[in-house]
């Protein structure tokens, strides 16, 4: 079945700093991918979404690139601020019944 | 666009008696609806996937008798948690899906706390 695997946290780092989250899958066909981030008290949101291979994903000064040579959608951002401090999770959907696999979600502190 | 509300955002309840939760799609329609259950710095646990018109698919280990899920129009789906007990305390999340390219909208959560 599809799964999706995240670099564990949590991860703290400085303002200013550069992030990645690591995000590998597995799944059958060719799945849309999408980095999702929860904020305290709150439901998900859509951070950002790549639909085939090679697309980039950008939102908000995140970034993340759909590779399916190394079935990979890591997570960029190239100075995170305290305000990037949340939940992010990775996941896929491979059906068109909206169906998602979520990865176990990587917490970042972003500390002034 | 695409917004999914949830009512009520917390709720608080004595054991053994039931609390529905809606979910709705404000501005778009969705013909499936997924219902979450979040555990405290855990992920997201999908407990049943709701189709309007019919009846929800479950997920293994997720009782169908204690979680009732109605999907009675393409923009509202409910979640009824009967004679709730303190475990089943958590934070509940909906989402639609919007049928394009797969991604869903989430609502905001509720926050179940059973006494």
């Known amino acids: 079945g599809d799964s999706v695997t995240q670099m564990e946290g949590p991860v703290t780092l400085s303002e200013e700093a550069f992030l990645t989250i690591n995000c590998t899958y597995t799944a059958t066909g060719y799945p849309s991918l999408f980095w999702y981030v929860q904020y305290p008290g709150e439901g998900l949101q859509l951070l950002l979404k790549?639909?085939?291979?090679?697309d980039k994903g950008s939102n908000k000064g995140f970034e993340a690139t759909y590779r399916k040579e190394t079935t990979s959608f890591h997570l960029e951002k190239g100075s995170v601020q305290v305000s990037d401090s949340a939940v992010y999770f990775c996941?896929?959907?491979?059906?068109?019944?909206?169906?998602?696999?979520f990865g176990d979600g990587t917490t970042l502190t972003v500390k002034p | 666009g695409a917004v999914v509300s949830q009512h009520p955002s917390w709720v608080i309840c004595k054991s053994g008696t039931s609390v529905k939760i809606e979910c709705r799609s404000l501005?778009?329609?969705?013909?499936?609806m997924f219902w979450y259950r979040q555990f405290p710095k855990q992920s997201l646990m999908l407990m049943a996937t709701?189709?309007?018109?019919?009846?929800?698919?479950?997920e293994q280990g997720v009782e169908k008798d204690k979680f009732l899920i109605n999907h009675a129009s393409l923009t509202l789906s409910t979640l009824t948690v009967t004679s709730a007990h303190p475990e089943d305390s958590s934070f509940y999340i909906c989402?639609?899906?919007?049928?394009?390219?797969?991604?869903?909208?989430f609502g905001p959560g509720t926050r179940l706390t059973v006494t």
């Open positions: 790549a639909t085939k291979a090679d």
């Open positions: 989402s639609a899906g919007s049928g394009r390219f797969y991604e869903q909208y």
């Open positions: 501005d778009f329609q969705a013909t499936t």
């Open positions: 709701s189709n309007e018109g019919s009846k929800a698919t479950y």
């Open positions: 996941a896929l959907s491979s059906t068109n019944a909206g169906k998602s696999t």
